[in-house]
């Protein structure tokens, strides 16, 4: 289509826009909130009212940097869910005035759909079908690729998720949030010593809650000995955390590909920034024969660029959306 889609991210907390056009990302532009730092973890209120203020600017600014005029604008896609309630009005409401106001289509998308079709944002782009584990702080999945549009799920987790295993480890340490990324930091600088339980769960389900609590537990009977012992030791919990969470992920990951016999191999969302994973993955990939496909680290943390990309796709479908479209909090891919 010669025409551009705007692309509108608004889940979490993070406020994005991008601009797809001629088979390309012409800008993806984020604005996160630091304000949720103080609190160790989003404030659902305080996210949605921060959309609210970050929504315009982010989107003129795309399609200042895009070099395009609203004119030029032909589809707005939106994350429609599944995401926080708050966060997810601001941007479907901005979305459909937008679209109304230049009376163009529509197009909602789901969020962890677009996490895996953030691949084809730019080369190398991955043949179907292909297997994408799909790990950020909401979410742990594994999926079948069958089609741009066609995507079967074949294990989550059944409670927390990878990337809320990595926070909440990091509160227990003192760490800032989000603690993900300065977990990954000092497990460089350590050594996975300390063994933690790997959960035995059926299938190719997850679960990371059990992981948690027996962290929590290792820390306290640590610190009745020794209260120094977070600070004396603190690169090698945080190398044996982020090994133990990369196992359980690794582990799944090799069972879906030999269940399914697929060798394409492909990670996205939040946590697939994490070096280890990334590290582990290409390693698995040189013993199994794994053809593995990872994404650019600005595609991997929630960004509007994946929502563009896949609202390309749905726009090449005929596949819209409308006026009485309305978030959802919960959606399955």
């Keep these: 289509m010669k025409k551009a889609i705007l692309g509108i991210e608004s889940s979490c907390d ?16 984020v604005a996160s909130q630091e304000i949720h730092q103080a609190y160790g973890g989003v404030v659902p209120e305080v996210a949605s009212r921060a959309h609210q203020e970050n929504l315009i600017p982010v989107v003129e600014t795309a399609i200042r940097k895009a070099g395009i005029t609203r004119h030029q604008i032909g589809a707005v896609a939106f994350t429609r869910g599944p995401g926080l309630m708050g ?4 941007g479907v409401s901005f979305a459909k005035a937008f679209a109304l106001s230049l009376d163009i289509p529509l197009i909602e998308v789901n969020h962890m759909q677009a996490h895996v079709l953030a691949h084809f944002a730019r080369d190398p782009k991955p043949e179907f079908p292909f297997l994408c584990l799909t790990v950020s702080g909401g979410h742990t999945q594994i999926i079948v690729v069958k089609d741009y549009l066609d995507m079967e799920l074949l294990g989550e987790s059944i409670d927390d998720a990878a990337g809320e295993a990595f926070d909440k480890t990091g509160k227990l340490l003192g760490l800032p949030y989000p603690a993900g990324p300065k977990i990954d930091q000092l497990a460089q600088l350590g050594t996975p010593r300390f063994k933690f ?11 990371f ?5 027996s962290i929590l537990y290792f820390l306290q009977r640590q610190q009745k000995e020794n209260p120094a012992f977070i600070r004396e030791n603190l690169e090698d919990i945080c190398a044996s955390v982020q090994d133990r969470i990369v196992s359980i992920l690794i582990r799944k990951l090799r069972k879906a590909s030999v269940q399914t016999g697929i060798k394409r ?25 794994w053809t593995v496909f990872i994404p650019d680290f600005e595609f991997c943390t929630d960004n509007a660029a994946m929502i563009a990309v896949t609202g390309y796709y749905k726009f090449l479908a005929g596949v819209f959306s409308n006026q009485t479209a309305a978030p959802l909090a919960r959606w399955e891919i």
């Design 14 to 29: 993070d406020t994005s826009a991008a601009i797809w056009m001629d088979g390309q990302i012409l800008s993806n532009v």
């Design 87 to 90: 966060s997810l009005l601001v």
């Design 197 to 207: 339980p790997e959960p035995q769960i059926e299938g190719l389900n997850f679960s």
């Design 209 to 213: 809650s059990g992981l948690k609590t």
């Design 265 to 289: 191999v492909a990670i996205a969302g939040g946590v697939s920034a994490n070096s280890g994973l990334r590290k582990s993955l290409s390693e698995n990939a040189e013993t199994l024969g």
